[in-house]
């Protein structure tokens, strides 16, 4: 097995997951400059256990060069109504594919993004998106 150790960066569990991903996604598309290497970035839990071969979840993953998310239902979402306006924490699964774009746009706003108080302020702006938090 070709595998690189990166160094660990701290967390905390249900508090900040992102913090590790962003290590682990930095080193991977440092490590995948060529052509050769996959278009998407898979991260799973750690108890996954795979009901399919490789080269079948390699096939349906790359169908498309889109990101997959598996978002919970809403009744699952952190949601507070501020002002008449309902704001909601979008709940995902831990499974997540990024394709190369929007994992290379993750990794490079991470920093802004992982800095609440600059989040909360003035919100980042990602390729078509905004994000914001809506109360501090």
């Known amino acids: 097995l070709d595998i690189t150790l990166v160094p660990t ?3 905390r569990w249900c508090v ?3 913090s590790p991903m962003y290590q682990l996604l930095l080193h ?3 490590a995948s400059r060529s052509e050769q290497h996959p278009p998407k970035f898979v991260f799973i839990s750690e108890s996954a256990l795979p009901l399919r071969p490789v080269w079948r979840m390699r096939e349906i993953l790359f ?3 889109m990101s997959d998310l598996c978002v919970t239902p809403a009744k699952e979402w952190a949601s507070r109504q501020i002002s008449g306006t309902t704001y909601s924490v979008v709940k ?3 499974w997540a594919v ?3 774009r ?3 746009r993750f990794a490079e706003n991470w920093r ?3 800095t609440y108080r600059d989040f909360a302020i003035g919100g980042v702006r990602m390729g078509d998106y905004k994000w914001s938090a809506p109360f501090m």
């Open 16 to 18: 900040d997951l992102l």
């Open 102 to 104: 929007d994992a290379v």
């Open 112 to 114: 802004k993004l992982s």
């Open 9 to 11: 960066v701290a967390s």
């Open 98 to 100: 990024l394709s190369r």
């Open 92 to 94: 995902h699964h831990q």
């Open 28 to 30: 991977a598309i440092k």
């Open 63 to 65: 169908r498309t060069e």
